[in-house]
C-alpha cells in the first residue's frame, strides 16, 4: 500500500486537545474490555429521568434486534435544552442566520425553551400525540430546530423531509411514515432562486390524498409572499403558535422508543426510512460529536449541512445542544451573492469549528485562494467534512488555505444509518493524512472482509462492515423490518455491511474506496440509481433506461440516464424530457448531468444490464472498456459510443 502524508499531531500545538494519545488508547482498552460498562459510563453525558443499568441487548443474527440502555427513561428535549437551563440559560443556543429574505436571531437556551414549550403546546392542540409521526419540511430557520425538539417534547417522532424533493417524493414519504401533521414554509431561497415550499407540500398533499393522515399544515413565513391557506388545515406557524404557554412538561420517554425516522437512499426504488432510538441515539449524538467537535466555551459549531440529513440532525441539532454548545445554521450559499459568502459569515459570526462538505470545499477551490485570503478568520480552530470522499489535495487546500495550518482537518465518515461519526480522529490528538478518515472512535469495532467473506486482519482491502452494535445504530427500516436485515446484515453473519467498500493501512487508518451497491453520491445527497429507473420507468413511453453515476468535478458524482424510448410513442419525449421528469420525479438534486436516448443497452447473456460499461462510456473512458465477452450484443458498443462521444 501506498505511504502517504502523515501529519503529527504536534503541529496543533494550540489545539485545546480532548486528552494525551495515552488516554485514547486506555479508552479503546476499556471499551474492547468491557462494551456494556464503557457506554453505560457514556450514557452520563445525558441527562436521563432514570439511569439506564443495561448496555446492549440483542443480536446481528436471525432477525437482527438491537437494543440499548433498555431500562432507562429520558426526554432528548430535555437533554439539549432543560439540562442547560440553570447553568447557561443566557449562553446562546442556536444562531440563525438568514441571508435577504430573512431575519437573524440568536437564541439562548432560554429562548430556546420557550418557543420549543410553546410549539410542543400548539402541537398537542391539534391532536399530536406520543409516537405520531409529524413531517417537517422546512429551510434552515430556526423553527427546523425548534419543530424537531418540541416533537420531541411531546415523544412523537419527527420525519425530516428535504426541500429538494420533488412533491412526487413528498407524497411517497407522507403515505410511508402515516405522518398526521406537517410543518413547512411559504417559500425558501436558495440564491436568488425561490423554492415554493408551500405549493409543492398542498401539491404533495393532494397527491396523497386520502392515503395521508395528515390533517394540520403548520407554515413558517420565511417572507413576505402570501401563499394559498386552506381553513381548518393550514395554519399560520406564528400566529397560531406564540399563543400558547411557554411551558410543557416533556413525555417520559423509553430509551427504545422512537426518536426520528429519516428516508435514505439504497439500492432499491421504494424509499426507506430508517428508525433511531431515543436513549442509544441521544447518547451517540453527544459522545461522537464531544469526541470530534468539543465545545470550548465561547466556541460557535456551524455546520453546513442541511437538516433534512442526518448530519443536519446530529451536526447541527442533538449532537450540540445535548453537549451545552452554540450551533449556526444558515440559509446562505457559498459563493452567493458574491464569492467568499461563507468566509464574510465565519468572520462575522466568530465561527471557530466549520463543518462542510468535501462538495463544498472544491466549489470554494474552485473560486480561488485570493477570495479565501481577503478573509481573516482567526477565529476558526477545526475544520471538519463529512459526505463523501475528499482527495488529498482538496483535503490539503482546506488544511493550508482555510486552516492556514493551524487547524485540524476532521474527515469523518458515517451513515444515516450509524447516526453519528464512526471513523474520525480526535484532533490535535491523533495524526492526521489527508483523504483518510483515520480510524474508528473508542468503542467501535470495524471489521474488513475480503471478496471471500473473511475478516481481514492488519492492512487489508473490502467491504466494510461493523462487527458490534453501537447505541446510535438504526433500529429497523419503518414498516419493514425484513428489508432492515437483508439490506444491512446478510453479506455476512454477524456482521452489519455499510455498503462501502474500504481499505486499511498498516497504521489502522481507513481510506473508503466508494460504495459498492448502487448508491451514488452527488454533491453529498445519496441517490439510488434505481430509484431513478423505477421512477422512469413508470413512464409508458420509456421501455427500460439504466442510471449510472460519473465523476464531477465539484459535485463528486453525477447522474447519467441511458433510456430506450417507445418507439410507437412520437410526442415530444426528448433528453430534456427525461430530465425534467427525473426532476419532477424525485428532486432537484437528482438533475441529470446528461440523457442519452438509445435502442437498447448493453447486456449480459442473462439479459442483465452491464452498468459497468455505461458508466465506462459515460464517463469518456476511452481506453479500457474491460473484458466485452459476457455481452449478448456486440454491436450496442459503437453504437453507445457514437451516441455519447459522437465517434465510432
Ligand atoms: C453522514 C452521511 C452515507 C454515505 C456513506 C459513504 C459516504 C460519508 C464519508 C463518505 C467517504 C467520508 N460518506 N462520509 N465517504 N468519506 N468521510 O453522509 O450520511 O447521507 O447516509 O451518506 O456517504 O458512502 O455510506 P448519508
Request: charged share 20%.
Amino acid at each position: 500500500m501506498t505511504d502517504h502524508t502523515l501529519i503529527p499531531a504536534r503541529n496543533y500545538p494550540d489545539y485545546p486537545a480532548l486528552m494525551t494519545p495515552e488516554q485514547l488508547q486506555a479508552m479503546r482498552e476499556q471499551a474492547q474490555r468491557d462494551p456494556d460498562g464503557f457506554w453505560l459510563q457514556q450514557a452520563r453525558r445525558i441527562h436521563w429521568c432514570s439511569r439506564p443499568t443495561q448496555g446492549f441487548t440483542g443480536s446481528f443474527e436471525n432477525d437482527v434486534s438491537i437494543s440499548w440502555f433498555a431500562d432507562g427513561t429520558l426526554n432528548a428535549s430535555v437533554c439539549c435544552i432543560d439540562r442547560h437551563l440553570t447553568d447557561r440559560g443566557d449562553q446562546v443556543a442556536l444562531i440563525s442566520q438568514r441571508e435577504a429574505h430573512g431575519r437573524s436571531e440568536k437564541l439562548t437556551y432560554t429562548d430556546l425553551h420557550e418557543r420549543v414549550c410553546r410549539l410542543a403546546n400548539a402541537l398537542t392542540h391539534l391532536g399530536v400525540e406520543k409516537g405520531h409521526r409529524v413531517a417537517i419540511c422546512l429551510p434552515m430557520v430556526a423553527e427546523a430546530v425548534v419543530s424537531m425538539l418540541a416533537c420531541a417534547r411531546i415523544g412523537a417522532v419527527h420525519v425530516v423531509l428535504f426541500g429538494g424533493f420533488s412533491a412526487e417524493g413528498i407524497a411517497e414519504r407522507l403515505v410511508d411514515s402515516g405522518a398526521v401533521a406537517v410543518i413547512t414554509a411559504n417559500m425558501a431561497w436558495r440564491g436568488n432562486k425561490p423554492v415554493a415550499y408551500k405549493q409543492s407540500m398542498d401539491e404533495a398533499l393532494r397527491k396523497a390524498g386520502g392515503n395521508s393522515g395528515v390533517h394540520s399544515v403548520l407554515v413558517v413565513r420565511t417572507s413576505e409572499e402570501a401563499v394559498p391557506m386552506l381553513p381548518g388545515r393550514d395554519y399560520d406557524f406564528h400566529d397560531f403558535v406564540d399563543n400558547f404557554e411557554a411551558d410543557f412538561v416533556p413525555a417520559v420517554m423509553r430509551a427504545e422508543d422512537p426518536l426520528f425516522m429519516l428516508y435514505t437512499s439504497g439500492s432499491t426504488g421504494k424509499p426507506k426510512a430508517v428508525v433511531h432510538a431515543t436513549g442509544g441515539y441521544m447518547v451517540w449524538a453527544a459522545y461522537t460529536m464531544g469526541m470530534v467537535y468539543t465545545h470550548q466555551p465561547g466556541d460557535v459549531l456551524w455546520c453546513t449541512a442541511d437538516v433534512a440529513w442526518i448530519t443536519g440532525h446530529t451536526s447541527v441539532v442533538y449532537g450540540p445542544l445535548a453537549n451545552g454548545g452554540t450551533t449556526m445554521i444558515s440559509d446562505s450559499l457559498p459563493t452567493y451573492p458574491q464569492p467568499g459568502r461563507w468566509f464574510d459569515l465565519i468572520d462575522e459570526y466568530r465561527v471557530s469549528m466549520l463543518f462542510t462538505a468535501p462538495t463544498a470545499v472544491r466549489a470554494m477551490m474552485a473560486e480561488g485562494d485570493a477570495v479565501v485570503n481577503r478573509h481573516n478568520l482567526g477565529s476558526l480552530r477545526l475544520l471538519g467534512v463529512a459526505g463523501e470522499p475528499i482527495s488529498p489535495d482538496a483535503w490539503l487546500w482546506y488544511h493550508d488555505v482555510v486552516g492556514k495550518k493551524r487547524c485540524p482537518v476532521a474527515d469523518t465518515w458515517w451513515q444515516t444509518e450509524t447516526a453519528g461519526i464512526v471513523l474520525g480522529p480526535i484532533p490535535g490528538v491523533q495524526s492526521l493524512k489527508p483523504g483518510s478518515a483515520t480510524m474508528p472512535l473508542p468503542g467501535v469495532e470495524m471489521a474488513i472482509l475480503d471478496q471471500r467473506g473473511r475478516v481481514e486482519q492488519g492492512a487489508a482491502e473490502g467491504a466494510l462492515c461493523i462487527a458490534r452494535s453501537w447505541p446510535g445504530q438504526a433500529r429497523t427500516i419503518w414498516g419493514d423490518h425484513a428489508r432492515f436485515c437483508q439490506t444491512y446484515f446478510s453479506m455476512a453473519p454477524g456482521l452489519y455491511f455499510t455498503g462501502d467498500g474500504a481499505k486499511r493501512d498498516e497504521d489502522g487508518y481507513y481510506w473508503i474506496t466508494g460504495r459498492m451497491d448502487d448508491v451514488i453520491n452527488i454533491a453529498g445527497h445519496r441517490l439510488g440509481t434505481a430509484e431513478v429507473e423505477d421512477a422512469l420507468g413508470a413512464d409508458h413511453r420509456i421501455v427500460e433506461c439504466a442510471a449510472v453515476g460519473v465523476e464531477h468535478p465539484v459535485k463528486g458524482q453525477a447522474l447519467v440516464v441511458f433510456a430506450i424510448p417507445r418507439k410507437d410513442v412520437t410526442a415530444g419525449l426528448d433528453e430534456a424530457g427525461i430530465s425534467r421528469l427525473v426532476v419532477q420525479l424525485i428532486g432537484r438534486y437528482a438533475a441529470p448531468e446528461a440523457v442519452y436516448l438509445v435502442p437498447d443497452l448493453p447486456r449480459t447473456r442473462s439479459g442483465k444490464i452491464v452498468r459497468r460499461l455505461l458508466r465506462k462510456i459515460a464517463s469518456g473512458d476511452t481506453n479500457e472498456l474491460g473484458d466485452l465477452s459476457a455481452l449478448s450484443d456486440q454491436s450496442i458498443v459503437p453504437m453507445l459510443r457514437e451516441r455519447v462521444w459522437g465517434q465510432m
